[in-house]
Every structure is written in structure tokens, then in C-alpha cells.
């Protein structure tokens, strides 16, 4: 869910869209924001399953450390996407073990 | 490859001070950040600091963050951010840098056909300053989407503007166990309740009042005994402890939450010093692994110095403090004279006392004074 309203920071100032691919789903992102961000507004939370007990993981620490959050980004698995930007056309997928090709 | 006088790691308050304090001394200077923007941690600090004037008393953190930034760049220091130091020997610093056209400074050309490029640096002196990181608490479903650090919930309301669920669950009562349940108020989450392991709520009153105004129940003795839900977290379970941390039976309560943030301290976040060759020390009171660091702030590998909440976890206010300290021993350490103004150094040396003074906070004084002890016999002379 988008905070539009802020009793500090104010409304959210527009930006342009970026469209973005997500599991094959087209959804709407703000310019700039992390991966993340834009997929928990549309309120995705589970980024990938573990290897070995197939177990869903999201977002942990939300600034790079944990790589808790990783998901496969324009076909490159293990994608930090609390920390990696949204750009145009990008596809991102639900990551599942290591990723295609690093099982 | 690159030649800097020096080079820090890490742009938060820490970083920016050291890096202001050494340019002003006529270093040439290089901070580099792996985040989009300078300014650490503070550029999610939507709250006003307390304190005295000297330390910003009455100001938001964000309002710092830009205050310090503008501050460097017109000392003339360099900011890189999405610049991420991987390795450290000897004087060089490895990076690997990505480009955004939304990051708020430009890349320089030679960037301008990639998106990204790794570079060398070599530094005279290094200053680190990465920070902290947050603790996690291991109960079972603590692996579940919905279960994050209270940072990254501040992260995604104040600085990306998403809202990650919308009924929460705090663990923990200090300051940012505290804070972060206000902003995630502010932000239009229901914050179900703080739950506090041991008997006192342990942030400042002020912060504790406001969340009680709004109604949040700040239960203490109360733990998370577990987290469940269909592939995320559905409702989580908390319960009474006992003088002996144990779980009273009967007590356990069942909450429907959404999402549950983790309050239990930071860490040092110390592994690029100990990549370094730096030697670490177990401080309980700084936060646990802590480079050991003499009184200026040197620590075990000549030439790298360290500043705030690397050297061990306090507030802003010391780390601001302690980046002056380091950035004008680094400086002092190039020129002839060495010693740095011995003047300044004595009333940053008296600032740091006095922040590290009353009850809570003595801890800490005596844990550096600890380590400044360790050092003598371990730093380079």
C-alpha cells in the first residue's frame, strides 16, 4: 500500500511511472524506487523459496545485507531487489532454489 | 586506479564529518556509499532529535543528512554512491559502482556507456565507517514474508512510501522499537502492540507517551513465542516471561498481525573492518564485535581509522562526533605537525564524555575506555 498521505513528509510527489514485469504480470512503479518497494505496494510479499525445504522468504532487512529478498531480475537470479532499482520493461520472477542455472 | 589522500567508507554521520573534517584540512577526499543516497540512516529519520544544540537538537534527521551533504561537497569532497567497497589490502580499496538516473548525483563521464564499473582507489587513509546492523530474534516463523528488521519497515514508509502491511506487531521498546511505531502510525499502519522482554520499557519517555496517547498497548515481560500463516504471516502469538526469562504458562496470547518488526539492537557492522585485517574485540555494551580503535580513533591496521556506530552502537550524535575525531587525526597523521589541533580534539574528547555520561550511558564510556586499553598494547604506535 502507497503512503499518499504523510502528516511530515507531505503528499507524495508524482514521478514518472516505469511499467515493470512481474511473474508475467505488468504492474505499475515509481521512478527510482527499489523492487521491492514497488512489488510490496502491489502488494506482493513472498520473493523466492529456499532450496532444499521450498520455504517462502521476503524482505528482512530492506538495505542490501541480508539478501533475504533476492529474486531472478532480467534472467540474473540472486537480484538484491530491497536495493536494485526499477527500470522500464524490467522482468522480475519469483526466485526458487539458487536460481535458473546455479542449483 | 585512483589516488586519494583518503578515502571513507560509509556516508552517514559518521562518514560525512570524518570526510568534511579531513578535506577542510586540504585531503583530497572520496566517500563512497553503496546506497542511492548520502546520508546513511538519518535520511530516514522523519523525527526531531534531542539533546543539545551543538548536536542538532530540534532538527529531523533527513534535514541533517542534507545539511552534512551539502556540507562536504562544498569543502569539496567527492560523494559516490551505489559505490560498494567489496575488499581492502593494504592502501587499496576495491569498488564495485552501479548508475541510476534517479540517483541524486550524476556519474562522472567515463561512466556515462556502462551502467556499471568496478574501480580501484588508493588511499593515504582510509576511514570506516559502515555503521550498524540490525539484530534478528529467532523464534519459530521468524523466517516468514511479513517478519522484517524495524529499520526496514522505516526504510519502505519514509524513504520508498510503501506501507509493507497493516497491522503490526513491535518487538522490542527502545528508542526504535518506539520511533518506528509512531512512523508506521504516521504512515497509516495499525501498530497492534510493542511487546518489551524485559520488565522497562527502554527508550525515552516522550517516545513511549506518544505511542500510549494513541492507544498502543507497550506490554513488557512480554515475549514472541511464535509466527505463523499461510506462506506469510497471518497472526503471531506472544506471552508473559518470568524474572528468569521463562515463558509463564497460560499467558500466551493470540494477535492477527500482518507483519511483525524486530527491535533488539544493532550490531556493529564490522566485516568489511575484519576483511581489513582490523582485530576485532567482543564489547556486549557497543553492540558485540567491535573494532578495536585507540583514542583517535586508529585501530589495529595502520592508516584505517573508524567513526560511529562501527566502533560501537550509540546515536547519531557521538558518531557525528567521533567522524570529526577521526577525519582530523587522519588529516593530523598526513601533515607534519601530526598531532591534529590538540585544542579540538579536547573539547570533541569532552562532547563525546558528556554524551556518554548518565546512567545508561556510562556503560559505553567504559567499554571504550576498555578498548582504548586493548589498544595501546595493539594499534600501531
New interface residues.
Partial sequence: ?????????GD?PEVRQVKIWVDGKEIAAR????I??AI??NGT???RYTTRRE???????????CT?CVMVVNGVPNVRT??T?VTEGMTVETQHGAGRGGR | MREVDLAVVGAGPAGLTAAIEGAKRGCSTVVLDMNPHPGGQLIKQIHKFFGSREHRAGTRGIEIADTLFHEAESTGVEVMVRAEVYAIHDSTLEVAQTFGEDSPILPSKEATTSHSRSLSIVARRIVLAMGGAENALNFPGWTLPGVMGAGAAQTMINLWRVLPGERILMVGAGNVGLIVSYQLMQAGGEVVAVIEATPRIGGYGVHAAKISRAGVPILTSHTIVGASGESRVERAVIAKVDPSWRIVPGSEEELEVDTICIAVGLRPNARLASLAGCKLHYSPSLGGWVPIHNSRMETTVPRIYIAGDLSGVEEASTALEEGRLAGICAAASLSKERAGDPEEIKAIEQRLLSLRSGPFCQRRQDAKQELIGIAETQCPK
Fill in positions: 500500500m502507497r503512503v499518499i498521505h504523510h502528516p511530515i513528509l507524495l521512478k527510482g524506487e527499489p521491492a518497494a510490496a505496494a510479499k513472498i520473493h520455504e517462502p522468504r521476503g524482505v528482512f532487512c530492506g538495505i542490501g545485507q533475504d530491497c536495493i532499482p
